[in-house]
């Protein structure tokens, strides 16, 4: 099997390929079949296969058209269309859910959601200063959707009246934006919901598209996206990204989406195309298997990973500044600048990108409040962006205590940015586990005539020691450039008790060695899950400094009982876990009592019995010394 490091070329995918060449003959004829549905419209080309397959690119051509957008970092999210004309109102009742759901939440019937067609005139859309605002902010692409899940186009396409054009708006928002992001040097990149509300094509068929009269055709919808596709990608420049989303239903096949990168990418061999182009949105399992599920980088949505990957993993999270991507009137619940630009340091720190979302409203303006945060960020950007831009993620294992860390390597010297959020009020900052003597530190955010504060660092055992001023120099986050001579050389440190000589070993913290299970974190999860292996197993570095006997206990959900050992140094407790009845219900268990008789460096571990395994998430271990 030849491995590239995101695509496997094996038997099936030489099938798939071979299968495309027949898809070329009957694509054309289903071009034709879906503009006689839509009255008006007239052929884009009929061409909209690609070559056969984009699956045998290099890792050093991968590497060069990714190279952009890793530099990027920062990115501006656009939610727009006709659900912002509604603002998250219908009928004078407010919508439960994100703006641009709805007509899904509040089930609108097609033949009222159009209503908001001829409403829909955005006079103060301002392309320039849209662009201008992501630009000031320190983002260097912006991503808008051109069709978002009610299918309507947001630009003027011949292949369908379900776009702009059918507005009293008689303009075309994308050229607009097209060419005001090459006045300024900023990417357009564009998202295209997979999903579709509306087209009398697509299926499963929502109930309340009322005036769909055909049988639904998959084949033919595949055809009609791959028409607005091509029109997407030949009338606006160069396209960063095509931002696919709403891949989650039944008729969206892993085999639909290999065919639909290639031919994005042959419509443009540059661009770079997230994973929501496979059957599947949730960016853990890309993580677990980019080439399975294709595209070329995760997109965790809200969240942004606990920890950093290796390298070669691509990833962004998107994200919103209030609770809603499409805009609602009444959501006031916004993040604050502190929010915006520490979520996005912890991108960077971990190897990822950040696409943070604006919600204009139905008069084409982006909201002031998010105005005002971009603002902010901005600020933060013009003096701190060199320790974003161009960064590669953290060498330590885990996020600091006190902040995050990015790298730069030049030549022989590796620049760590230490990005503070916690700023020490002893005048003293403590790297943990950094081996390396630093050749220069100083103070990002210059004084007095650009002069940037030199700061002493010592070496102890256990890491570095930063001599810092008493007062932080930025609110937000103040960053320390660190220079040392060579790869950063850096040491586990290991978790460590509390004063009272309790230790708590999270899930986020555990070093898995497996290939099944992994650690999860959402509203109700922050686990290690998907424990289906018993040959998984996982264990945490930690240093005693107060040895003596311990209690041990353990968080679990199960919805049957497991049998696991838990060693720490020599020691091993046979266990057996709770039923809590499901995977999310925890439970605090006692396991046992250890002995640990020496201060130091130790681990503790858990591997499942073979015989009595059973699935549990785990979400931590305590031990707590133990009183006669
Ligand atoms: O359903 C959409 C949602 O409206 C929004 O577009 C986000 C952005 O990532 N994506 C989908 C949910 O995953």
């Known amino acids: 099997m030849e491995t590239t490091p995101f695509c496997t070329i094996n038997a099936v995918e030489r099938m798939i390929n071979r299968m495309k060449l027949e898809r070329v003959v009957r694509a054309a004829a289903l071009v034709a079949a879906v503009l006689s549905l839509f009255p008006g419209a007239t052929a884009v080309s ?47 009742k407010p919508t439960p859910g994100a703006g641009e759901w709805i007509m899904n939440d509040m089930q609108i019937p097609l033949s009222q959601y159009a209503k908001l067609v001829p409403q829909f005139d955005p006079e103060k859309f301002n392309a320039d200063a849209w662009v201008r605002l992501a630009k000031d902010a320190g983002m260097k692409y912006i991503c808008i959707t051109t069709k978002h899940h009610d299918g309507f186009a947001m630009y003027p396409s011949d292949l369908s009246d379900w776009c702009i054009k059918s507005t009293p708006f008689h303009r075309d928002p994308l050229a607009e934006l097209a060419a005001a992001c090459k006045r300024e040097g900023i990417k357009l990149c564009f998202y295209y919901s997979i999903m579709d509300w509306h087209s009398p094509l697509y299926e499963p068929r929502k109930p309340w598209n009322d005036t769909a009269t055909n049988a639904p055709d998959f084949d033919a919808y595949d055809a009609y996206m791959k028409g607005q596709l091509k029109e997407l990608l030949s009338h606006y420049g160069p396209i960063g990204i095509l931002w696919f989303d709403g891949c989650w239903e039944s008729t969206w096949t892993q085999a639909r989406g290999r065919d639909l990168y290639d031919y994005v990418r042959s419509l443009q061999p540059d661009i770079i ?12 399992e890309w993580f677990n298997d980019p080439t399975g599920i294709g595209g070329d980088y995760g997109t ?188 950063p050389q850096v040491e586990t440190v290991g978790l460590r008790q509390q004063d009272d000589g309790t230790m708590v070993l999270p899930a986020a913290d555990a070093e898995l060695h497996g290939t099944v ?25 930690v240093k005693m400094t107060k040895p003596g006997r311990f209690d041990v206990s353990a968080m679990i959900a199960a919805p049957a009982a497991s049998s696991f050992d838990l060693s720490v140094g020599g020691q091993t407790l046979h266990c057996t876990g709770p039923v809590t009845g499901n995977y999310v219900t925890f439970q605090p268990v006692k396991l046992g009592t250890i002995e640990v008789s020496a201060a130091g460096k130790t681990s503790v571990a858990v591997h499942p019995v073979k015989d009595g395994w059973q699935p549990m998430n785990l979400r931590s271990i305590t031990l707590k010394p133990s009183h006669p």
Request: hydrophobic share 35%; glycine share 10%; with cysteine.
């Open 273 to 284: 195309v997230n994973n929501r182009v496979g059957a599947t949105s949730a960016w853990e």
């Open 46 to 92: 009929a061409d909209i296969a690609g070559p056969a397959s984009f699956s045998d690119e290099t890792p050093a051509r991968h590497d060069a058209r990714m190279g952009w957008w890793r530099d990027a970092r920062f990115g501006m999210f656009i939610h727009w269309g006709l659900y912002s004309e509604a603002a998250g109102n219908w009928d004078g």
């Open 517 to 541: 299970f992994r650690y999860e974190s959402d509203s109700l999860l922050d686990d290690i899950g998907y424990w289906v292996n018993p040959a998984d197993w996982a264990d945490w570095s």
């Open 300 to 487: 965790p949505e809200q969240a942004i990973p606990p920890k950093k990957f290796g390298s070669k993993l691509d990833w962004e999270s998107c994200m919103t500044m209030n609770g809603t991507w499409g805009f609602k009137k009444d959501d006031h619940n916004w993040k604050t600048a502190t929010t915006l630009v520490q979520n996005l340091v912890d991108c960077a720190s971990k190897g990822g990108n950040y696409l943070l979302n604006v919600g204009p409203t139905g008069e084409g303006l982006i909201p002031d409040v998010s105005v005002e945060r971009l603002r902010e960020v901005g600020q933060w950007m013009k003096v701190n962006g060199r320790a974003i831009y161009g960064t590669t993620a953290s060498p330590f294992a885990k996020p600091l205590p006190w902040g995050r860390c990015t790298t730069k390597v030049s030549g022989n010297t590796t620049t760590l940015y230490l990005h503070v959020f916690d700023w020490p009020t002893d005048g003293q900052l403590f790297v943990p586990g950094l081996k390396n003597a630093p050749t220069k530190s100083f103070l990002l955010k210059g004084g007095a005539f650009g002069w940037h504060k030199t700061l002493r660092t010592s070496n102890t055992e256990d890491g570095v020691l930063i001599s810092v001023p008493r007062e932080a120099p930025d609110r937000i986050s103040s960053t320390i450039v660190m220079e040392i001579a060579g790869g």
